[in-house]
């Protein structure tokens, strides 16, 4: 409480004086309406007694409902209730003054009675109401003509009503600026005919081009379009509506969820990934808040598409402190830059370093001392690994092992790594050496928890997941280059099958297994799963990714299958077929228990990798690894 009156401003002041002045209005006009004459002289001397200690009543009664604290401009349904509850808190008060102080010790009889109290009442709520509505009525109708005059673009809005009404008040605050609605096209029989802040509902979806003609007729021509998140949906058919839009030449932009773009409603491009989308997993932000919330956070890897997101969204969560490890100089620039920009009261610090440098990740982390270090460092491409499979041992294994003994070391709360699908029976060098990265995590968890020094030991965890829309080296960017050049797209195999997610889901369901691990009961398992929704065909993507583009596949752009490439599979799986799974009552997330070796045969077989990989013995290698990994299969890598 003392905090919040530190925080109070001039602002604040001048609202109590004028909730003061509101209820001596109220008071001195409900004894001028109800007594006449002699009645009203008669009680003044003791109402001017009694009214400075009201006042002050009211001040703290004013203050308890938040009627102080809440800005005019922005007022609601809620703070009115609030203005009535107040006013009857008060004259609850003057009842009570009434019937129990006043009339049997003071005046001898009601001094207020019950028709001046309920007068007051209505009164009280008018003064408080009255004006805080009229500058909110001021406020809207200044926003609303500056907008008018600001060259704002006429636009169409495509959504549900719901969702129009949250970019409507960003519009009427001030928050989005140089648009200006004329319409929604709603998918929703129910909003048909329905007015939304004084935005007309005009039809379905189905009739856009109709309603951008009307509009020309009427000489005031739409430019926009903005698709609000439920106009993705799949029976919404945003696929058609950002065809219909591009070919009247409009300006197409969307609106992301609350969730994605925080309180204030921002626009964005409408990307061909938003349209690729699988209903995505609701996250329990509160949660990932609560866990990072100042926490010293590492990232390596941090210059890539997942570390990346992941500083953004630990950054977003709260961490005290974050360290950004990346051996790529302009991709550690790059993302500290944006993290500084986006995040400038946070301690964000970027360094270069290799995982593979031992002594120097060891050096890094001891000085940091962070709680948890999020590992995404790793060479991920499978054709690359396959023919320099030596590279992706020493990053995606030794690499990994710095990382972890690091954290160790360093006595960090959890390290959580980045795995993959193709961890799971591997067939590629990729899927191999992140697998085996997989099981000495398993093993150094288990082997901590077993090292009881009075302390909670680390958790070590891996999150394995497919792919995600727009990272890196992934092809709905490569198919997007390719149309862009005119063609042909290639792709491997006319069956080829993944799974896609987004980045901001992926990362956001990693916090998420973090905080499952790191729960006051430690959860048995150490590796997870997440959910990848349902497999997508690769040239389906092809197609959909054409056509999105205004463009007939096989006619204006070609699609030309290359062959399957060393170390692909033609389908991926989420399990293994021996691999016992186990639900962690997490939406989007489920724990797989796969075969855990001990740790002192993983750091003989890491000592023999060792060795093998300083003399370039690639079949040395190849039988550790399946000496380690039973499931990998043969000939494979």
């Not at 009229?134 to 549900?160: C, E, M, V, W």
């Not at 950004?324 to 964000?348: C, G, R, Y």
């Amino acid at each position: 409480m003392i905090r919040s009156f530190t925080n109070l401003t001039w602002r604040n002041a001048l609202i109590a004086a004028h909730d003061a002045l509101a209820t001596i209005f109220a008071v001195l006009a409900s004894f001028y309406l109800r007594f006449e004459g002699g009645g009203l002289l008669e009680r003044l001397p003791l109402l001017w007694r009694i009214l400075p200690y009201f006042i002050l009543l009211s001040i703290v009664v004013c203050y308890v409902f938040k009627l102080t604290v809440t800005k005019w401009r922005f007022i609601s349904l809620p703070d009115l209730f609030n203005i009535v509850k107040a006013s009857t808190v008060l004259a609850l008060a003057l009842l009570v003054l009434d019937y129990i102080f006043i009339a049997p010790n003071v005046y001898g009889t009601y001094f207020f009675g019950k028709t001046t109290i309920i007068i007051y009442w209505f009164l009280q709520i008018f003064a408080l109401g009255g004006t805080r509505v009229a500058y909110r009525y001021f406020r809207y109708t200044r926003t609303i003509n500056q907008a008018r005059k600001q060259d704002s673009t006429p636009t169409i809005l495509i959504g549900r009503a719901a969702d129009a009404e949250v970019l409507l008040r960003g519009i009427e605050s001030g928050a989005v600026r140089r648009m200006w609605p004329v319409g929604i096209l709603s998918p929703s029989q129910a909003d048909r005919g329905q007015a939304i802040r004084g935005v007309p509902v005009l039809s379905g979806v189905d009739y856009l081009a109709d309603i951008v003609e009307d509009f020309v007729r009427r000489q005031q021509p739409i430019e926009r379009v903005v698709m609000l998140p439920s106009a993705f949906e799949a029976d919404a058919s945003p696929e058609s509506v950002l065809m219909r839009a591009r070919k009247l030449g409009l300006i197409v932009s969307r609106l992301p969820s609350l969730e994605a773009s925080g309180e204030t409603p921002r626009l964005a491009p409408v990307a061909v990934e938003d349209l690729l989308l699988r209903p995505s997993v609701k996250i329990d932000y509160q949660r990932l808040e609560e866990f990072v919330r100042g926490k010293s956070v590492v990232v390596t890897g941090g210059g890539g598409s997942i570390g990346s997101e992941i500083c953004d969204r630990a950054a977003t969560f709260g961490a005290s402190r974050l360290l950004i490890i990346e051996n790529a100089e302009p991709a550690l620039h790059a993302v500290t830059e944006s993290l500084i920009a986006k995040f400038p009261n946070a301690e964000i610090e970027g360094r270069i370093a290799d995982i593979r440098d031992r002594e120097r990740i060891i050096h890094l982390l001891s000085a940091f001392q962070p709680d948890i270090v999020f590992h995404a460092a790793a060479l991920k491409h499978v054709p690359i690994l396959e023919r320099d499979w030596g590279e992706g041992v020493k990053t995606n294994i030794f690499g990994t092992v710095n990382v972890a003994d690091a954290a160790a070391a360093a006595g960090a709360q959890a390290m959580v790594m980045i795995s993959t699908d193709k961890a799971i029976e591997p067939v590629s060098m990729l899927g191999l050496t992140k697998r085996f990265a997989e099981m000495y995590c398993q093993a150094l968890d288990r082997h901590l928890a077993g090292d009881v020094n009075g302390k909670m030991p680390m958790r070590l965890i891996s999150v394995r997941f497919g792919n995600v829309l727009a990272s890196n080296g992934s092809v709905v960017p490569k198919f997007k280059a390719q149309i862009e050049a005119g063609g042909p797209v290639t792709v491997t195999h006319p069956d080829m099958v993944r799974y896609f997610m987004t980045i901001r889901e992926a990362c956001d369901l990693v916090v998420t297994a973090a905080t499952h691990a790191l729960a006051p009961v430690r959860p048995d398992v150490s590796v997870y799963v997440l959910n990848m929704g349902q497999p997508v065909k690769i040239v389906d993507l092809a197609e959909r990714i054409i056509k999105l583009s205004g463009l007939q596949p096989g006619y204006d752009i070609d699609i030309v299958f290359t062959g399957v490439r060393p170390g692909e599979r033609m389908n991926e799986i989420l399990f293994a077929h021996e691999e016992p799974t186990a639900d962690i009552g997490i939406e989007g997330i489920v724990a797989a228990r796969p075969n855990e070796p001990p740790l002192d045969a993983l750091q003989t077989w890491l000592i023999t990798l060792q060795k093998a990989v300083s003399g370039e013995q690639r079949n040395v290698i190849v039988a550790v690894l399946k000496d380690a990994v039973p499931e990998f299969k043969a000939g494979a890598a």
